[in-house]
Structures are given as C-alpha cells and as structure tokens.
C-alpha cells in the first residue's frame, strides 16, 4: 500500500465545530482535514496561488488542487444542507510549521532563539552552543523564556530542530549559506553577526534596532 506524502501545515489550537443556530434536530457532521483547511487558507485566505501554495506545504499542485475542492465542497455542503462543520486538529501525515490560532494577529507573536552555551552571552556559531535560548514575545514584550539543549551537531539538523519548536527568528553570530537556506525553508528569520550578551541583543532586536551583518560563513 502506497504510503501518503506527508504535506507542511499548521495546526489549529484545538479542534473547531460550527454548527447552523436555530436546528434542535440531530445534525450530520461533516469533517475538514488539517490539509484541506491549509489550503484553503493560502489559497483563499492569503492569496497564494495553487502553485505557491503547493511548495509551501511541500506537495504536487495537483494535490493543493484536490485538497481545495474536497474543502471547499464540504463547506457548500454543510451550508446547503445544514450540517456541523468539523475542523479536524489531528496531525497524522502532517508535518507541522506551526501554529495557526484562527487570528489575524499572529505575527505580533514571536518565538525568537540564540544559541548559548552559558545562558548569558550569544555563542560565535550557532552550531557548537550547548543551549538555546528561547524567548516567547507577544506585542513586541517578552512573555517567557526557556532553555532548550541543543541536540548533538547534525548537517541539516538543527533548522529542523528549531522549526518543530515553532521559532520564527534566529539571533546569532555566524552561519553558512546552506544553513541560512534551510532555516529560510523552515520559515525562521535569520539575524547574523550579533555578539555579547543576549538580553542585549534581544532588547535590540525588539527595538527594530538590530539588523543582520556580515555574510555567511564559507566553510
């Protein structure tokens, strides 16, 4: 049996259940995968076209086409005929980039990480710090911190890492071209050339004071 190709998406916070107001008779349910309801949201939502959509949850086009139609004919058809709309918040086959609230207000939300090894100062290269330091900010203000070890070094690993934990910004001193290009796959800002303490750094970066500089590393 042909295993299904798992597809990028985000999830909800929970699952979602709209049901017609007014109807006391038992209703038929119809369920929206996790799929179905991503691309209906870059599609219809953020205005991607079927084939940006389609390298954004990693698929064929044709698959972003299947997965709109069986969507949005599921929608129709609870309007028509009076049915529960179920969003489904289960992630088998899916693999996560997120998470999607149902918010117009999502990138006031942050999860920003710098590398450390003594949770006090940013490391030269991200891949050789022992930590990584992870500040949750909501309206430009800090609203947790936690440390996470960092797993053993890996080509290709630790954008993977960071991206399964939801980070949106990476602050550090130094990468290579190929790591920037992995972390950009995984939809993580990467902020170069930043030194000395982190909470330095974080507070210039919050400030709009912080911009990337210098160049990749070449080895």
Not at 75 to 98: Q, R, V
């Amino acid at each position: 049996m042909k295993c299904k190709k798992k597809r990028f998406c985000r999830r909800l916070e929970d699952s979602k259940v709209y049901k017609p107001i007014g109807i006391t008779d038992t209703l038929d349910e119809i369920y929206i995968e996790l799929d179905e309801f991503e691309a209906m949201r870059l599609c219809d939502y953020e205005g991607m076209s079927q084939i940006e959509a389609s390298k954004d949850m990693e698929v064929s086009r044709a698959t972003v086409q299947r997965l709109l139609q069986s969507g949005r004919v599921k929608i129709l058809d609870a309007f028509l005929h009076s049915k529960i709309i179920n969003i489904k918040n289960e992630t088998h086959n899916i693999k996560l980039k997120g998470e999607n609230n149902m918010k117009t207000n999502l990138k006031n939300e942050l999860k920003i990480a710098l590398p450390t090894s003594d949770k006090i100062n940013v490391d030269e290269h991200f891949g050789h710090c022992a930590y990584f330091a992870l500040y949750n900010v909501k309206d430009n203000k800090i609203i947790s911190t936690e440390y996470v070890k960092a797993p053993p070094h890996q080509p290709g690993l630790l954008p993977r890492f960071l991206g399964d934990l939801n980070v949106n910004v990476i602050i550090t001193g130094g990468m290579g071209q190929r790591a920037i290009d992995l972390f950009k796959s995984q939809e993580i800002e990467v902020i170069l050339g930043a030194r000395g303490k982190i909470e330095d750094n974080l507070n210039e970066y919050l400030g709009g004071d912080l911009e990337s500089k210098g160049s990749p590393c070449q080895h």
